[in-house]
């Protein structure tokens, strides 16, 4: 996967329209968990956005306000789903933590790792 591929992945990952129903954020507003393989491909689509933009001086606004959807708004939705009864896959929530810990990084320069230990109950 190059740089513009992992681009349009991640943002189309945010566009919630009729058309685009199977994006993370329009399931998750549904209620639906992510199709199998998605997550996968977000997370590997913010590596190859991260090495690409590594030392990068600046970071275009449509890329920022897909990295602050995936890393924030996701997890905003999963605890809504929660409250709200959804019965959300497993390991959702520690994939949701690692797309967090994958957009601070490229906000950051410095690649993060999820910590040790496990994540708690949720």
Do not use: C
């Not at 497993?90 to 994939?95: I, V």
């Amino acid at each position: 996967m190059n740089y513009d591929t992992a681009r349009k992945l991640l943002v189309s990952q945010t566009i919630t329209t009729e058309e685009n129903s199977d994006a993370l954020l329009m399931r998750m507003k549904q209620g639906k968990p992510p199709v199998p393989g998605q997550i996968t491909s977000i997370l590997l689509a913010l590596k190859v956005v991260f090495e690409a933009l590594k030392d990068a001086p600046s970071l275009d606004r449509e890329l920022i306000f897909a990295l602050y959807q995936l890393g924030i708004k996701t997890q905003q939705l999963y605890v809504a789903g929660r409250k709200a009864g959804v019965d959300w896959p497993p390991l959702l929530k520690e994939d949701l933590i690692r797309i967090s810990l994958a957009t601070e990084s490229i906000f950051s320069d410095v690649w993060q790792t999820p910590p040790s230990g496990g994540f708690g109950g949720g």
